[in-house]
């Protein structure tokens, strides 16, 4: 009878350090998720901080550049009224109030004309491509025309526009390009998607 006891408490040993290292190793495994879950979450949060700091390089020359422009258009303001107004002087005219009216600072009051609105993503686009040079301002603006098109006939959201750019086998960085954007914010588009 010892001996049926003796063997039931060996097998019972044996099942238990089976049990053990079956639960060292699942053990192992969790701590193995977990390490490999704090680097995706440091990964993720480069990342993040990364595609912030561009953001805010972007937001940075987009502001300098809109205070560029600013300045550009203030200079044109000046220009042209001091032009209208010896224009007037050295040729009075009857101007017809249905046509024109001019405000008491002696510019052209453009109320009444109809109005066209455009995306700004575009307008800058067009207005970066006619400084780089005056022959493709045209066909830029040509381009981005038909891109107004394309994008009436099917709007697409800017991660459908990456994602279709991507299969047809663009880098992140003509993505970038392309729609205007951070190459940071492209490439976690793409990493999210994959």
Known sequence: MTTILIAVLFFLQILSFYFLIILNTKLAKFKDLEKKQERLMREMDDTISVYLADM???????IQELQRVSKLETK?????????????KEQPQLLSPKKEQSTIDGSINLDNEPRMYMPKNIVASAYSRQQQTGAKAVKSAQQSTDV????????LTMEQQVI???KQGKTPEEIAKQLQKGKTEIELLLKFHS
């Open 56 to 62: 805010k390089d972007e937001n940075d020359r987009l």
């Open 164 to 166: 279709e750019l991507a």
């Open 76 to 88: 044109t303001n000046v220009v042209q009224q001091t032009e209208q107004i010896v224009g007037q």
């Open 148 to 155: 107004i098109i394309k994008e009436e006939a099917k709007p």
